[in-house]
């Protein structure tokens, strides 16, 4: 975080951590936006938590936080300001409201929503215990309330395959993310099936199956493929290649090394391969490169989240002086979803 409440400075400081990654004519435009969104954030008595994925500039300018959603989760369960600013989707803020019931909770952008978070509804999952029945449900945090509020537990792709491991028992119901539930079931040695969406079809009893899944998928990293991999090492030899869990368990396989956004950061920061390339939302792999300019990360990648990428300064700007959008979601709702997300916490 960048704490200048001056325009200038701001500029200075930006520029020393930015240049060569965000155009010099954007950082003086956007140092403006954060100079004066550090000065509000004192006076509102805010915190803003942002997401790996955020835009650079924003990502090392007002953030009093950075990380994946579940170090985000656990910073907005410590906080004792009065407003949280969610620098990320909505699923996220909603988390941090879940967590945070009785604090005011902003996302700038209304539009900031999720593939995934979107494939599945309450009433789904309902369906689904209707149909495997005692069978505990695993959400993944990139669903809505109303999804964590009919769940067992949350889980996020930093400790999906420990929580798990956690239930002891022999059938899980893992949702929403296809990917995610097959890169699990591979971790945990457990199998997997996935029911059709149409509940009319009925399942054969006798079927060996463990993790029950759901066709989930984010649609940013379901457009990696093991032909862009065998591409790169074409061309780079030497790479080494760090794809998220939400990216098929074939790039997995074809990839050096999987996890979370942190993991990925922690492996970077960690080894000194000759170059490495993120199969991830192509913002982070901007915001390692200025974090690590020692280290040489290849730029191929042009995947953006539309989600993640309504976030920006000036809508983080407006949403701290006109306090929007807030989040609300229903008392009965929340206290449910509460039981998922903490269950989840305590596990770490
Ligand atoms: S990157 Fe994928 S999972 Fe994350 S918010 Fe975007 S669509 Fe959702």
């Known amino acids: 975080m960048i704490a200048e409440t001056d325009p200038q400075k701001m500029y200075r400081a930006m520029q020393a951590k930015l240049a060569g990654v965000v155009p010099d004519f954007e950082l003086k435009i956007k140092s403006e936006f954060a100079a004066e969104i550090n000065r509000l954030k004192v006076e509102k008595n805010a915190v803003i938590l942002g997401h790996n994925y955020m835009e650079p500039a924003l990502f090392h300018s007002i953030p009093d936080f950075v990380g994946d959603s579940l170090e985000l989760a656990r910073r907005a369960a410590q906080t004792d300001k009065d407003v949280i600013v969610f620098c990320g989707v909505k699923f996220m803020a909603e988390t941090a409201k ?104 009925k399942f054969e009893d006798d079927l060996d199956y463990q993790m029950i899944g759901w066709p989930g998928r984010c649609e940013v990293h379901d457009k990696f493929t093991v032909e862009d991999i065998v591409a790169v090492r074409k061309q780079f030899p030497d790479v080494t290649i760090l794809a998220h869990p939400e990216c098929s368990p074939e790039v997995v396989a074809a990839s050096d090394f999987s996890g979370s956004t942190t993991a990925m950061i922690r492996h970077v ?80």
């Open 269 to 348: 920061e960690n080894t000194s391969a000759a170059r490495y390339l993120l199969l991830t939302e192509c913002a982070m792999g901007d915001n390692v490169a200025a974090a690590n300019p020692d280290k040489e990360m290849l730029r191929l990648c042009s995947v953006r989240c539309p989600h993640m990428n309504q976030i920006t300064l000036e809508d983080t700007l407006e949403s701290l002086r006109k306090n929007q959008y807030v989040i609300d979601i229903p008392e009965e709702i929340l206290k449910r979803a509460a039981r998922s997300v903490e269950r989840m916490i305590a596990i770490g």
């Open 98 to 201: 879940i967590l945070n019931p009785r604090k005011t909770v902003l996302l700038p952008s209304e539009k900031a929503g999720c593939s995934l978070a979107e494939s599945i509804t309450a009433e789904d999952v309902r369906e689904l215990r209707r149909r495997f029945p005692g069978v505990p449900v695993v959400t993944y945090v990139n669903t809505y309330a109303d999804v964590k509020a009919e769940s067992d537990i949350c889980c996020t792709s930093g400790n999906a395959a420990a929580v798990v491991e956690s239930l002891k028992t022999d059938t899980v119901i893992f949702i929403p993310d296809e990917y995610l539930a097959r890169n699990v079931a591979k971790a945990t040695g457990k199998h997997i099936i996935f029911p059709t969406a149409d509940p009319r079809k």
